[in-house]
C-alpha cells in the first residue's frame, strides 16, 4: 500500500489525499499507458548557424496563453540536444494526416535528416515544411530538467494554422479522427469564441 500524504485543504473546504507513487513504476508499463492519451504528431526544427535538427515529437504542448508559450520535450541523450541547446529558437511543424512518412523519417536517427527533405527557412531561419496544419515559430524562453527529459519552452513569435485533417498517435499507432458531421463541437470552444466576440 502506497504511503499516503496528508490531506491538502483546498480552497473550496474540499480535502483531497495524494498518495505517493510506488517505488518502481516499469518504464514499459508508463511508456503503454502513456500511449493511451492520444496527441497529434509535430516535427521541431531548429538551425543554429551551423547545423539544422528536427525530430518529431508528441510532447509538444500549449503552456500559456499571456505570454504566449508552449512547452515540448527532448530526451537529455539525443543527438540533436546540443543544436537545440545552443540555437535560439526553433519551429514547431504540426503534420497533416498525410505527413506519416515525414513523421518517420524525424523520428529515425540520421546524421542530416534534412537531407533530401523540402523546407524553407521560415521567418526565423528555423525549418518549416510546406502543408503543415499549424505552425508555430518559437523564441526559446527556457529549458527546465524533468527526469531523463529536458522541457524546451518557447515563446511564439508566429502562428499560422489551416483546416485540415490532422496525423494523430495513439497507443502506438498513427490514426486520423472520425468526424461525423453531427459530431459535438468541444464546449471549451464555444467558450472561448463567445469570449472573443464580446472582447473579454
Ligand atoms: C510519434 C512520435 C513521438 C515522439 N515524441 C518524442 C518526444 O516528445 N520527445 C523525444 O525526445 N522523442 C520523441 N520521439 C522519438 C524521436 O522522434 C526519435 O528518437 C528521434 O530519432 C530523435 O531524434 P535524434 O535521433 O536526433 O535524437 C517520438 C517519436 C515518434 C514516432
Known amino acids: 500500500?502506497?504511503?499516503a500524504r496528508s490531506p491538502d485543504r483546498l480552497k473550496t473546504?474540499?480535502?483531497?489525499t495524494i498518495h505517493?507513487?510506488?517505488t518502481a513504476i516499469d518504464p514499459h508499463e508508463l511508456?503503454?499507458?502513456m500511449s493511451r492519451f492520444a496527441t497529434g504528431v509535430a516535427v521541431v526544427t531548429t538551425f543554429d548557424g551551423e547545423k539544422r535538427e528536427g525530430l518529431t515529437v508528441n510532447s509538444f504542448s500549449s503552456l500559456s496563453l499571456d505570454p504566449p508559450l508552449v512547452v515540448w520535450s527532448l530526451r537529455k541523450n539525443s543527438p540533436s540536444l546540443?543544436?537545440?541547446q545552443r540555437a535560439t529558437g526553433f519551429a514547431v511543424n504540426i503534420l497533416c494526416a498525410d505527413r506519416r512518412e515525414?513523421?518517420?523519417h524525424f523520428a529515425t536517427p540520421h546524421s542530416d535528416k534534412f537531407l533530401g527533405v523540402e523546407y524553407d527557412d521560415g521567418s526565423f531561419g528555423f525549418p518549416v515544411f510546406s502543408g503543415n496544419l499549424a505552425l508555430f515559430e518559437c523564441r526559446k524562453s527556457q529549458v527546465v530538467e524533468g527526469g531523463d527529459h529536458l522541457m524546451f519552452?518557447?515563446?511564439v513569435l508566429r502562428v499560422t494554422y489551416r483546416d485540415d485533417v490532422p496525423l494523430i498517435i495513439s497507443s502506438g499507432r498513427y490514426c486520423t479522427p472520425l468526424a461525423?458531421?453531427?459530431s459535438a463541437r468541444c464546449k471549451r470552444f464555444d467558450l472561448d469564441r463567445s469570449r472573443r466576440n464580446r472582447g473579454g
Open 1 to 3: 500500500m502506497p504511503a
Open 13 to 16: 473546504g474540499l480535502t483531497m
Open 20 to 22: 505517493a507513487a510506488p
Open 31 to 33: 511508456r503503454t499507458a
Open 82 to 84: 546540443a543544436t537545440f
Open 102 to 104: 515525414l513523421s518517420h
Open 153 to 155: 519552452i518557447g515563446e
Open 180 to 182: 461525423p458531421a453531427n
